[in-house]
């Protein structure tokens, strides 16, 4: 599958989650990350994880966006670690709606709650 025809995942990596860390410590945004990069590797899920800097969620952290060619752009909160396996199950989910709205009743239960916005298609669709 091309990455064109792949939700991107984007993960803010530097999202404390209003935690305060020890020095070298990992943040909660890099550890999902990481727990998404594991996921992705064991079970080739094609979505294209992206790390950011930073979503300007911070006080909803940890925070990621899908989006998709053509379709909307979602900002997530209120993510763990724990909830990687999930995001993948949203982001099928995501692709498979034509405009990329997944109504609550449809995402894995651990992210009912977990649209913080979202943003229209740049392009226009079909």
């Known amino acids: 599958m091309s990455e064109s025809c792949r939700p991107r995942l ?13 020095e070298g410590a990992a943040t909660p945004g890099a550890r999902l990350h990481a727990a998404l990069e594991r996921v992705i590797e064991d079970t080739g899920a094609p979505v294209e994880l992206q790390p950011a800097a930073c ?9 990621g966006a899908i989006a998709m060619r053509g379709k909307w752009t979602y ?11 999930d995001l993948l199950a949203y982001s099928a989910a995501y692709a498979a709606s034509a ?14 709650r977990m649209v913080m916005g979202r943003v229209p298609p740049l392009e226009p669709t079909r």
Do not use: F
Request: net charge positive; proline share 6%.
């Open 10 to 22: 984007i993960i803010c990596t530097t999202c404390r989650a209003g935690h305060a860390l020890e």
């Open 55 to 63: 979503l300007a969620n911070c006080d909803r952290g940890c925070s």
């Open 75 to 85: 900002l997530l909160g209120l993510l763990s670690p724990e909830h990687a396996a």
């Open 99 to 112: 405009s990329g709205t997944v109504l609550p009743s449809r995402r894995p239960a651990s992210l009912q």
